[in-house]
């Protein structure tokens, strides 16, 4: 079973009751009381769903390439030819001087997006803002001088199990397609697709070309963006995954606000998720809450006093299950104001009060190594605090780091990734990342490198 990003938008739908109050369910008692058509809702919600097209330009590469033997005898060619490479989804307006957000895989690598909107026209469109925490990005269409329909946000808050929803996009660039469904669980946290794994799931038909489409309730509100779906075929099997719309909201109000990067609460502190085995130590009934396994100096959690070994039971009134879970509860809440956070310590509850702040991002001097190295084609950054809550480093790290790599890099060939924080190359200590571009300018047959990646020291020797 493997998880499908959606590149489509899917739906969700159950007959249901039309409610006297917005949150009010109700079991039906009669065929009257039962909607046989959601055609009101989609007439509503149908003008603010889009299509997204993104295009790339990619060097076509012969794998024969490779092969050493090949390139002695033929040689290396020159340039190769470049082709287009087209990717489709969907959107959503959300502001109505032209605002869309998507997903960022839909985009991401893009030179060129457009976006059609339901009425067939169709409309260049910038790149606002990209966030691949949370895979997702905000368009703004070029030119434009009128008014667009727009969707509201739902609270996903109130979105039980059960509720009926309508998903809208445009599978497999049918055309936009309207399905529905049910929810069919919440806070779904295992599905291994976002930094923030904290998922709506459906059994909406979702397929390829879905991807950044609407989920929307019987008031014609958005419950989340169509992202994902576990299937072994490529197709839907009736298991979906949506980003709540509450996160949604946040990396909107970024783009709005005019950030290039979402602004987000900072912690400060690593939480570890509550195995049986420390469930059995601490004394727990369950498995259950976030274990403090480090806290940051002059951070929001070390000012607040939590400590490592407390276990984070809730937030805001809200419980914790795990790590992730407390993750979209912290980052959903709102900048400058605090966070009510329960622990237990040493058997007892524990309330602490946390300041909402960003993490400070001073001194990041990104560069990316272009001399002839093992770190070829690799960006590196000094480590900041913000740095290090974004990739998720130990946060007493300290050096610089793997932010990003250039495709067909040599570093990727050697094996570097994102996230690698490297230490010292040639038994020099990198501290800073004019160390590292110094190291690389050396012509050395033998590259003596240490690097931290997941919390492991590793030393690599390379050539000789």
Do not use: C
């Amino acid at each position: 079973m493997t998880i499908v990003r959606a590149l489509s938008a899917f739906a969700v739908s159950v007959l249901f009751v039309a409610p006297a109050v917005a949150q009010d369910r109700v079991v039906p008692t009669s065929p009257s009381q039962v909607r046989l058509s959601y055609a009101p809702i989609v007439q509503r919600v149908q003008p603010a769903v889009v299509n997204v097209y993104a295009a790339k330009m990619v060097q076509n590469r012969n794998p024969l390439m490779d092969d050493p033997m090949f390139r002695r005898f033929f040689g290396v060619p020159g340039q190769q030819p470049e082709q287009m490479q087209r990717s489709l989804g969907s959107g959503i307006m959300v502001d109505s001087n032209g605002l869309v957000v998507t997903n960022n895989h839909v985009i991401e690598g893009a030179d060129q997006v457009k976006v059609s909107l339901s009425d067939k026209r169709e409309f260049e469109a910038e790149i606002v803002l990209k966030d691949s925490r949370t895979d997702l990005a905000v368009l703004r269409l070029k030119d434009v001088k009128e008014k667009f329909p727009t969707l509201d946000f739902s609270n996903s808050d109130d979105a039980q199990i059960g509720d009926v929803v309508l998903a809208i996009g445009n599978p497999f660039g049918v055309g936009q397609t309207v399905t529905h469904g049910i929810i069919s669980a919440l806070a779904r946290t295992q599905a291994g697709i976002t930094d923030y794994q904290f998922f709506i799931q459906t059994d909406a038909a979702i397929n390829p070309g879905n991807s950044g489409g609407a989920l929307v309730d019987m008031n014609g509100k958005l419950v989340g963006i169509n992202t994902a779906i576990y299937s072994r075929s490529g197709g839907s099997v009736g298991i979906g995954f949506a980003i709540p719309s509450n996160m949604v909201r946040v990396v909107v109000a970024s783009a709005k606000g005019g950030g290039k990067a979402v602004q987000r609460p900072w912690l400060g502190a690593r939480l570890q998720t509550v195995t049986p085995e420390i469930a059995e130590t601490l004394g727990l009934a369950r498995p259950t809450g976030a274990l403090v396994s480090s806290v940051s100096p002059n951070s929001p959690a070390a000012k607040a006093g939590l400590k490592v070994s407390d276990l984070v039971t809730g937030i805001d009134g809200q419980t914790v299950d795990d790590p992730n879970t407390f993750d979209y509860r912290f980052a959903t809440r709102p900048l400058g104001g605090t966070a009510a956070i329960d622990i237990q310590r040493g058997g007892k509850l524990v309330k602490l009060t946390i300041p909402l702040e960003v993490a400070p991002d001073t001194g990041r001097d990104e560069i990316e190594i272009k001399s002839r190295s093992p770190f070829q084609g690799a960006k590196v950054a000094n480590i900041s605090p913000a740095l290090a809550d974004e990739l998720k480093l130990d946060s007493n790290v300290e050096g610089i780091v793997v932010t990003d790599l250039a495709e067909n890099a040599p570093a990727a060939g050697v094996g570097f990734r994102k996230g690698d924080v490297i230490l010292a190359v040639n038994g020099q200590k990198i501290a800073k990342t004019g160390d590292l571009a110094k190291a690389a300018l050396d012509q050395s047959r033998v590259w003596r490198i240490t690097v931290i990646r997941g919390g492991q020291q590793i030393n690599v020797t390379l050539g000789g």
